[in-house]
């Protein structure tokens, strides 16, 4: 606790702030975090360029595949009819498989791409739910008054450790005092809701 200045017998009000708690520790988080998902973002764009250029490798692999599909469709069909040599042959194969490859290397590529851009996703969502915390833990560093009342007791002071589910103060609620007495039958028929009364005899209880 790092300010407690109302004292027991001060009249406060609603929404009055009566202690402040140190919350530097909530505020490291939050940079932390704020610095986390600033990075992330910035992790986040570079993967996306990283897409755009697997994707143009794919479209570049698809198209050379599709260029040794047809050259050795047709080296094939010369080979057939002994037009062309096995060497040849051999040589339009070898650059099909190679075509092949090169496009399964580029798709897998994409794939890597979009699972490390998934795992960014999944940091700023965590960055993010780590800002939302942090934030509603520094709301708890100024503690105001829920009613206007009276301080009754103080069970902290400035510099004490303030725990979770342990009270630092006592409020009373002075607005809804109700005094109950006995009225001798004979000044019954004097009383009316709303009146004065100059004088009370034989208080029974007092209640708010």
Sequence with gaps: IISFPAAEGDSVTRGQVLVEIDNSESKTQLARAQAGLKEAQASLVE???????????????EANKQFAEKTFARYKE?????????????????????????LERARANVQTILSKNKQ??????QAKAEIANTQVYSGYSKITSPVSGIVVKKFAEAGATAAPGSPLLSIEDNSRYRLEVAVE????RSIRVGGRVAQCFHPIAAKH
């Design 120 to 125: 960014i996703n999944a940091r700023i969502d």
């Design 78 to 102: 010369l080979y057939e009819r002994r037009s062309a040599s096995e060497q040849e042959f051999d040589e339009a194969q070898s650059r099909l498989k190679a075509a092949t490859s090169e």
């Design 185 to 188: 039958e004979s000044h019954s």
């Design 47 to 61: 993967v996306a360029r990283s897409v755009d250029s697997a994707n143009a490798g794919v479209r570049t692999a």
